[in-house]
């Protein structure tokens, strides 16, 4: 995956993508319960918001390790927090990082665990970050059929190029994290103890129209490579009006007098080290 490419586009609709994240992050920090002083480490912190919400919780006493593979999201973290010193962006890949020395007591992530290509090695280098008793808090998305925010873009896909295999949704993606028993089986096998995890539905309720939705989401998702490699030749423009079209009449049947409020149902996973 171009991480570069991907934090680019997030960061250039960094707003709308908060607000609709914004009340998963918030039941994240309660299920986390981060206390003053506390050292954190928050794992794939894109553009930053749940490492500056985090940091607020730990105050000044505390710490944030806001962590991305990216270096784009590391470098908007560093503008977001300049001023707030006990933040520390650091970029690397959790499945490599050396974590032996960080010592957290906790590790948190917004959507920041489904991608890696090996989740076993990434998990259990991860929890060499924890202290004894250290503890994780991570929310995923569960599967499409309860996530409308991707099953509408896939519909759309599939309508405007019906040659396009359908995705793995095993691979590493939105949806990897989907399986709950594979998942608890993964913290269980990576050296975590009282692993849980629960399913809740929220709304997903992003700034604009439908219309505005829909040109967030191509942006920054991988429609434009999906259209040059499955379209025939000479359509890739009138299948990349189908998609938007097909988004923006599957978006517009969540709207309401005020906004646009998406059903999504998403998974919290705790654990211990």
């Not at 191509?218 to 499955?230: E, H, K, N, T």
Request: proline share 7%; glycine share 8%; charged share 20%.
């Amino acid at each position: 995956m171009d991480w570069s490419a991907v934090a680019h586009a997030w960061i250039d609709h960094e707003a709308p993508i908060e607000r609709a994240h914004s009340p998963i992050k918030n039941e994240l920090l309660k299920r986390a319960a981060l206390r003053s002083g506390e050292k954190v480490l928050d794992l794939g912190c894109g553009s930053g918001a749940l490492a500056l919400a985090a940091a607020e919780r730990v105050g000044p006493q505390g710490s944030v390790i806001a962590f991305d593979i990216a270096d784009a999201f590391v470098a908007r973290v560093e503008e977001r927090a300049k001023d707030v010193p006990h933040i520390l962006p650091v970029q690397g890949d959790a499945q490599t990082f050396i974590f032996s020395d960080v010592k957290c007591d906790a590790v948190i992530s917004l959507f920041g665990t489904m991608f890696f290509p090996d989740p076993q090695v990434a998990f259990a280098n991860i929890g060499n970050s924890l202290k004894d008793g250290g503890r994780i808090t991570f929310v995923t998305w569960a599967g499409p059929q309860h996530n409308p925010w991707f099953s509408v873009p896939g519909k759309a896909l599939a309508d405007a190029l019906p040659e396009m295999p359908k995705p793995d949704p095993s691979t590493p993606g939105p949806m990897a994290f989907a399986n709950v028993e594979m998942v608890t089986d993964l913290l269980s096998r990576t050296g975590f103890a009282d692993v849980a995890a629960e399913e809740i539905d929220t709304h997903l309720t992003p700034i604009g129209a439908a219309a505005d939705i829909t040109a967030m989401m191509l942006a920054i998702g991988p429609f434009r490579g999906a259209v040059s490699q499955f379209a025939k030749p000479g359509e890739e423009r009138s299948a990349m009006d189908s998609i938007a079209k097909g988004m923006t009449a599957g978006y517009g049947a969540f709207a309401g007098e005020q906004d646009v409020r998406v059903p999504a149902r998403v998974i919290f996973y705790t654990a211990t080290r």
